[in-house]
């Protein structure tokens, strides 16, 4: 709703991260996918360029590449997943520093996303948001072998954040970032 009727809202709100000193800032469009809004495209556009002038602050910023399918959701992939992430990257595509694919739920959707991002704009500037669920779990040393700058955990408790990684990461990261945020 702020972003179609009170963008000033918006706007302020970056603006006091941006005082307090954040240097990295998430367009706000986690929640705009096909499934939730027609316009979901328009929106997506609106969020990326309220964040443009912060570029011009000595901020970074990050793209979000929501899930296509319901958060945590491991479905299989699709045209119309494909057709999502082609649209999205082209539209962030040099409006932003990095890529934040969030909460992924699977290595096959990290993959195939990975794979249209460095499609449409190979940067290498890609961050994978891992979900520390069953299938991360299995699949972990794959995550390690992504082309991608970075790998995080999210959307977990601390206990659950630092079990996920000493049982799947530590020590297995060369020369890629690593970080958590926990969030519950």
């Given at each position: 709703y702020a972003l179609s009727s009170d963008r000033k809202l918006i706007e302020?709100?970056?603006d006091g991260y941006s005082s307090i000193g954040c240097k990295y800032l998430t367009t706000c469009n986690y929640g705009f996918k096909?499934?939730?809004?027609?316009?979901?495209?328009?929106?997506?556009?609106k969020a990326?360029?309220?964040m443009q002038p912060f570029r011009n602050k000595d901020k970074y910023i990050f793209g979000c590449v929501p899930p296509f399918f319901n958060s945590y959701a491991t479905t299989n992939i699709n045209t119309e997943f494909c057709e999502f992430y082609?649209?999205?990257?082209?539209?962030?595509?040099?409006?932003?520093?990095y890529y934040l694919v969030e909460t992924v739920a699977?290595?096959?959707h990290a993959e195939k996303i990975v794979e249209i991002i460095n499609s449409i704009d190979n940067s290498g500037r890609i961050i994978i948001s891992l979900y520390p669920n069953d299938n991360n779990?299995?699949?972990s040393h794959k995550f390690t072998q992504l082309d991608v700058y970075?790998?995080?955990?999210?959307?977990c408790d601390f206990e659950t954040m630092k079990n996920f990684y000493l049982n799947h990461f530590h020590n297995k990261l060369e020369g890629k970032q690593f970080g958590f945020c926990c969030n519950k």
């Open positions: 302020n709100l970056y096909p499934s939730r809004q027609a316009n979901w495209l328009e929106l997506t556009k990326v360029d309220i082609k649209q999205l990257v082209a539209l962030l595509k040099g409006n932003v520093d699977s290595y096959d779990q299995v699949d970075g790998l995080f955990i999210n959307c």
